[in-house]
């Protein structure tokens, strides 16, 4: 039986960063509640008016499935532009898209350039 095959996609790649800082103690925690440090998460979207948030896809530290979420941009370090080959997870950013704007084909390379470009700017603010 053949399986479709899909097309690989550009996209924003980051990790989540292994040591984070959280509550009025200061305590250092290893990753998010979602995400295990280190974990590598696919970065789809953006609050750019905000400039602090984006929407990530990643596999969940203790169901090991996809899920995807908004998440702080202070969370994420090693930002950059990767191929992404797994059917899931481009699926899942169609789906974001679709869901959105009515058109999964309005994720490009471009947009994906675009929330590198954009985000590391906003280390800044």
């Known amino acids: 039986m053949d399986t479709p095959s899909i097309s690989p996609i550009w996209c924003a790649v980051a990790n989540i960063k292994k040591e984070i800082v959280s509550g ?14 280190g974990a590598i998460i696919y970065v789809i979207d953006a609050y750019w008016g905000m ?3 984006v929407t990530v896809i990643g596999h969940h530290r203790k169901t090991g499935r ?3 979420i908004d998440l702080n941009h202070s969370r994420l370090e090693k930002l950059r532009l990767d191929l992404v080959y797994s059917p899931t997870v481009i699926s899942l950013i169609y789906r974001h898209f ?8 309005c994720y490009s390379e ?4 675009k929330i590198v470009e954009g985000v590391s700017l906003w280390e800044d603010y």
Do not use: M, P, V
Not at 28 to 33: A, D, L, M
Not at 98 to 105: E, F, N, P, V
Not at 110 to 113: G, M, P, T, V
């Open 24 to 37: 009025e103690e200061h305590q250092i925690k290893n990753g998010t509640k979602h995400f295990r440090g």
């Open 98 to 105: 679709d869901s959105k704007w009515g058109d999964k084909l």
């Open 66 to 68: 996809f899920i995807t």
């Open 51 to 53: 400039c602090n948030s």
């Open 110 to 113: 471009d947009y994906a350039k």
